[in-house]
């Protein structure tokens, strides 16, 4: 399951991770949003103890979501060793996420 994220520990959970770190840019009334919910979760139960998988709702938490660039919803961005690492906007299939994780793990 995604972890909520929010402004006050996005540093500890997202930036300080060891492990790559997708966090999932959204807000309760976006309807892609919530298509890409399901995804998420798969990954993270998928990719346990190998990666996190964090949710950042920006209409409660915006500074991170500013300091990113995220100026549409959904937008997932990949970090690793507390950098992007790669930024999707929009919804993609699983696929595309899981495969720009696989790149984050080698």
């Known amino acids: 399951m995604a972890i ?17 770190v997708f966090v999932d840019f959204w807000a309760a009334w976006c309807g892609p949003c919530r298509m890409i919910h399901p995804i ?8 346990n103890g190998r990666a996190i998988v964090a949710k950042v709702d920006v209409d409660s938490n915006q500074k ?3 300091e990113y660039g995220v100026r549409n919803i959904p937008t997932v961005i990949l970090f690793k060793d507390g950098k992007q690492f790669a930024k999707q906007v ?17």
Do not use: R, W
């Open 4 to 20: 909520n994220v929010t402004d006050a520990t996005f540093e500890e959970v997202v930036l300080q991770s060891d492990k790559p």
């Open 40 to 47: 998420m979760d798969q990954i993270s139960e998928e990719y």
């Open 64 to 66: 991170f979501a500013a």
């Open 90 to 106: 929009g919804v993609a299939s699983k696929s595309v996420y899981v495969e720009k994780l696989e790149e984050a793990l080698k």
